[in-house]
């Protein structure tokens, strides 16, 4: 059946219509895919049921390269999700359980509340993101997205002048103290360093330009800090105009593709200690990772 497509808004985003990862796809299905994540930068795609962890790792496989290998993050906190490729966005405890308010874990969470890009803190970045709802909120937990693509098109040229050239340092604890997280101990520091990437880059699929920053953005190479957080606020301030952001509303089965080469993202509030929201993530890689040092959820 060919894949029929759905725009989710004027802007971009769109729901991928006669698709089922839990299948077999054929090479046709899966370039018309990423055409539409080309084109469209979120994508949906329902199920009538979740799709097992298995299949979300195998489809997930036919977008490029994927982050494997996770290591404890926290002393003494084992695991819910057994496989090493699914990146658990849950607010769970490895035995099922609703974080309780003293878990360090949940305060991590809430960092994803801030406009960020998955692992931009990595020397090789992420591209696609497929996060796999398997319980949702009956209130609220929606996901928001904006395309930095539109954005870098709507600066004045006198600004994107400016910004051509710059490299930005990015850092995942950086984000999570600005999200409410505690400091990071001299290991963790250690352990993960920032990573760099140019601000401005063009987007290979779609061969246009956008811009590359987030939360984890904590400086530009040869700036003082504090000028570097200023033009980021002010890039920030701009690119999260009401005109820019569309809001995915969660169903039950869904698998949300996202390509973090050219958008923004976060997760918004719900009750995370009242209520359940199990969702998991796999994550492609622009090339195969070898030896990295800690995987960050």
């Not at 849950?90 to 960092?111: H, M, P, Q």
């Not at 490299?167 to 400091?183: D, F, I, K």
């Not at 003082?224 to 952001?245: C, H």
Request: charged fraction near 25%; aromatic fraction near 8%.
């Amino acid at each position: 059946m060919p894949t029929a497509i759905e725009p989710m808004s004027p802007k971009y985003g769109a729901r991928l219509k006669g698709v089922d990862i839990r299948e077999p796809l054929d090479a046709a299905t899966l370039a018309e895919i990423k055409a539409a994540l080309a084109e469209y930068a979120v994508c949906a795609i329902g199920h009538d049921a979740s799709p097992t962890d298995e299949q979300h790792i195998a489809f997930s496989g036919l977008l490029g390269p994927m982050e494997r290998g996770k290591e404890k993050k926290f002393a003494g906190v084992g695991e819910r999700i057994r496989h090493p490729e699914i990146v658990d966005q849950s607010n769970l405890n490895e035995v099922g359980e609703i974080y309780a308010d003293s878990d360090r874990r949940l305060a991590y969470k809430r960092a994803n509340r801030l406009w960020h890009t998955d692992m931009s803190f990595f020397t090789i970045r992420a591209t696609y993101s497929l996060l796999a709802a398997h319980i949702v909120p009956a209130v609220g937990a929606d996901t928001e997205f904006v395309d930095m693509r539109a954005v870098w098109d709507a600066l004045p040229q006198e600004r994107k002048a400016k910004l051509e050239g710059l490299v930005v340092e990015h850092s995942y604890w950086h984000s999570r103290v600005l999200g409410g997280g505690p400091e990071p101990s001299a290991e963790e520091l250690a352990a993960h360093p920032p990573a760099r990437h140019k601000m401005v880059h063009v987007h290979e699929p779609s061969g246009r330009k956008s811009l590359y920053i987030a939360s984890h953005s904590m400086g530009i190479v040869g700036w003082p800090q504090a000028k570097a957080m200023e033009l980021f606020k002010e890039l920030m301030t701009f690119a999260t105009q009401p005109q820019f952001v569309f809001a995915h509303k969660w169903r039950l089965g869904d698998v949300l593709i996202w390509d973090n080469m050219c958008t923004l993202h976060r997760a918004t509030e719900f009750d995370d200690r009242g209520q359940v929201r199990d969702v998991r993530r796999t994550t492609c890689r622009e090339r195969v990772v070898v030896n990295e040092k800690m995987r960050i959820e």
